[in-house]
């Protein structure tokens, strides 16, 4: 370890509680305040000898910007991880999805959707499908059939209200009494 680097742990011993102080003040947490300045610690023993003391003008300036990149470094961990209830969440969330029941819901839901669209003219059905399933726009759709945008368009809304209308009457509203999907 280079002279620069004992240095700075021997500031960070000699000045720790002004640190601490300074650190507990600014991100309003004493104890966040103390284990920054451990991490700074640990920091600076696992330090490269790359950084020259001529770099360094100000070791207090220098170790208190240490210990603010740190600070920021667990800020910003911390709201990336999930909070134990979010996982908590989630797990049950997978194991409601992967109930057999629920499948074979989906299932009758699935079906029921397929025999709706399978039952609409012909070019109902392509229109929906181009204009659900593939994505394309109104324009070459009505290319692709030899027919102007507006029927497209009229088309496409007579076969979502009609899918609606069975959506709605059919038990494939998840349960919900015939009121559609189950958002929860």
Request: charged share 30%; no cysteine; hydrophobic share 45%.
């Amino acid at each position: 370890m280079s002279e620069l680097f004992l240095a700075l742990r021997r500031l960070l011993v000699d000045d720790y509680h002004g640190l601490k102080e300074r650190l507990g003040r600014r991100f309003g947490s004493f104890d966040f305040a103390t284990e920054v300045l451990h991490e700074a610690w640990l920091r600076l023993q696992r330090a490269d000898a790359g950084t020259s003391a001529a770099a360094v003008k100000n070791p207090r300036s220098y170790l208190y910007r240490v210990a603010l990149n740190i600070a920021a470094d667990r800020r910003r961990s911390e709201r990336s991880r999930l909070a134990a209830a979010d996982v908590e969440a989630i797990h049950l969330r997978a194991q409601d999805d992967l109930d057999p029941a629920r499948i074979a819901e989906a299932r009758l839901e699935l079906a029921a959707l397929a025999g709706a669209i399978n039952a609409m003219p012909e070019r109902r059905r392509a229109i929906f499908v181009a204009a659900r399933l593939e994505g394309l726009p109104y324009k070459m759709i009505a290319a692709r059939l030899g027919v102007t945008v507006r029927v497209v368009d009229r088309e496409l809304a007579i076969a979502l209200e009609q899918l609606s209308k069975i959506w709605e009457n059919t038990d494939a509203g998840g349960g919900t009494g015939g009121r559609g999907p189950s958002r929860t």
